[in-house]
């Protein structure tokens, strides 16, 4: 078949061609209701055939999406691509086969399976008007075989666009104008980092006018790949709206499937959104097989459709991106699950999510924060989902992290640490920012403070929490490491904190009790075992007859041990008498 007509005369006798080829073949007639279960899902179709078009070096590739609610009712899309070929007509025209399924399938397995792309128009328009290079034809809806046997029509005028491929849809009442306005104001513009082609997407209506822009950067010093939407509203200033962290996989040895027939490879894309300081911007995001398709894992996720779901709905809650080549069921609003190639694709983007944690973990701390390095952990929220599908990946990923290096200690120089290996420090246990009980030992056993916003997250991996338990062997391992006179060191305030924690503890007393953290007034230290130990009586009656041999703890201590539970430390107050 030969390829874009050089001139209007030859592009109308190509098109009169097809009408006497299509209109020999009964089979090609569809039904548009059977198409798909939502009206509005024709607006994303567009978009997608929109990025399988050939744009020139020399432009931006764009779609703009104008919809007018004034009579005549329309809707029209401007691309600025180079324009038909004569295989892309036919593809519109055919319903059994598509330009994405003849070219997309044999090169990258993208979707389009049915070829009823295009044909989802007819669930809001009578009237299709179709120009492109010296191509201009149009389908009719309710004639017969109107929706596969294009017919010449001059594009209205008024309407024209030099170096565009346009369609202008004619639409019924004002009911299914309201419809495709909010669909159109609630199109995700992060489908834009996962189109191959469209870099900018305009949406105009009679109540807006915005245009999303998405750059592209692959030389980021820390972050690597990163993926920035921009917006603009009615006027030429950008303001930044979004920007990802963008991991790319490349899943080999695919399982086969007559819809992705000869393709074993794919590749998984997961974009992480992040805020000024490089750090997780929580957020609402959905599952894309090439086009917004299901609401997927780990926090509430943004519907591409204002309709409220049905019963059967998926709906499940994301913290971020996820794009693979899916397969869909045949409505294409939803996954097929049970497939083993979507299991393979979920184990992919498990292995994807381990490897953006890795690169994470490389970067630096934010100056504004502990950024990506320490808060990754954020991008691992989940709510239940009403399949399990999604719950499985949660699992899975959870699973991967409990047993990797991943977790910094309080030593920073010693490397990465599995989860169980480190314990969180409650704030409770901390003196002034810092450990009660600092020492190089101890640090390697500490998760790094910088992850206290996380631990909600850490625990699921199995990092544990001190206990009070703990922070009793610790205070004893850091007296072993240092000796007593460490103590001598420390603030009344250290002291006081130190003594009000063990307060009422006492499944400890054993062990306190050992511990040699009592101050005497000579300077040395000894522990609550020892045999005449009392209290300075603090009047000026104090006296000590020679011979008698007690201990008098320190009066400047006095303060904290009387915090202590008298059933653990029990020094005599000082008698104003010996005999």
Not at 166 to 176: K, M, R, T
Not at 262 to 267: D, E, L
Not at 306 to 327: E, K, R, W
Request: aromatic letters at 10%; glycine letters at 6%.
């Amino acid at each position: 078949m030969p390829g874009a007509a050089t001139s209007k005369a030859e592009a109308d006798c190509q098109i009169e061609q097809l009408r006497r080829e299509r209109g020999f073949d009964g089979q090609h007639q569809i039904l548009s209701k059977d198409l798909y279960q939502q009206p509005s899902h024709f607006l994303l179709e567009l978009i997608q055939n929109a990025d399988d078009n050939t744009f020139s070096s020399a432009v931006t590739p764009g779609l703009s999406l104008t919809l007018s609610g004034s009579s005549p009712r329309y809707l029209r899309t401007d691309c600025n691509e180079v324009g038909f070929t004569l295989e892309q007509v036919n593809a519109i025209a055919t319903t059994g086969d598509s330009t994405k399924k003849a070219i997309s399938r044999r090169q990258r397995g993208y979707i389009g399976e049915k070829g009823i792309g295009f044909k989802s128009v007819f669930k809001v328009a009578s009237v299709v008007n179709i120009v492109s290079g010296y191509y201009e034809f149009m389908f009719e809806r309710d004639t017969p075989l109107g929706m596969i046997l294009p017919v010449l029509s001059p594009f209205p005028s008024r309407h024209r666009l030099p170096d565009h491929t346009q369609f202008l849809l004619q639409l019924g009442d004002q009911v299914e104008v309201r419809r495709i306005q909010i669909d159109l104001e609630n199109i995700d513009p992060e489908l834009l980092i996962f189109l191959r082609k469209l870099r900018r997407l305009t949406i105009e209506t009679n109540y807006t006018n915005t245009t999303y822009h998405v750059q592209t950067d692959t030389s980021d010093a820390t972050l690597g790949d990163t993926a920035t939407i921009y917006s603009t509203n009615g006027d030429e200033n950008l303001t930044l709206d979004k920007k990802y962290a963008v991991i790319r996989f490349n899943a080999s040895r695919m399982p086969s499937d007559t819809r992705r027939e000869g393709i074993t490879r794919s590749k998984v894309i997961l974009a992480f959104p992040i805020d000024e300081s490089k750090s997780p911007k929580m957020g609402r995001h959905k599952a894309f097989a090439f086009l917004p398709i299901d609401d997927f894992g780990f926090k509430v996720s943004s519907m591409i459709y204002p309709t409220q779901p049905g019963p059967s709905a998926d709906i499940i809650y994301v913290q971020f991106l996820v794009h693979a080549d899916f397969l869909l069921v045949a409505s294409r609003e939803g996954l097929d699950y049970g497939c083993q190639w979507n299991i393979f694709l979920r184990d992919a983007i498990r292995a994807t999510f381990l490897l953006a944690v890795k690169r994470f973990i490389s970067m630096p701390a934010g100056e504004a924060g502990p950024g990506l390095r320490y808060m990754w952990p954020q991008y691992t929220k989940h709510h239940q989902s009403s399949h399990d599908f999604w719950n499985q990946l949660h699992r899975d990923i959870l699973q991967d992290l409990r047993l990797e290096r991943v977790l910094e200690s309080r030593d920073a120089s010693a490397g990465f640490y599995i989860p169980r290996q480190l314990r969180f420090t409650p704030t409770k246990f901390r003196f002034e920012g810092d450990a009660l009980f600092d020492s190089p030992s101890l640090r390697k056993k500490q998760l790094a403070f910088q992850y206290d916003g996380v631990y909600g997250q850490l625990k699921l991996l199995g990092v544990p929490r001190t206990t009070i338990q703990d922070l009793c062997q610790e205070f004893s391992d850091w007296i072993a490491e240092f000796g007593v006179a460490i103590l001598d060191t420390k603030p009344p305030e250290w002291h006081r904190k130190v003594a009000s924690l063990f307060y009422g503890e006492t499944g400890l007393k054993a062990h306190l009790l050992s511990l040699p953290i009592i101050p005497l007034r000579d300077g040395s230290w000894v522990n609550a075992r020892r045999a005449h130990l009392y209290l300075e009586v603090g009047t000026t009656e104090e006296y000590v007859p020679g011979g008698i041999n007690i201990s008098i703890v320190d009066r400047a201590s006095t303060d904290s041990l009387q915090q202590s539970d008298p059933q653990t430390f029990n020094p005599t107050d000082f008698p104003t008498s010996l005999a």
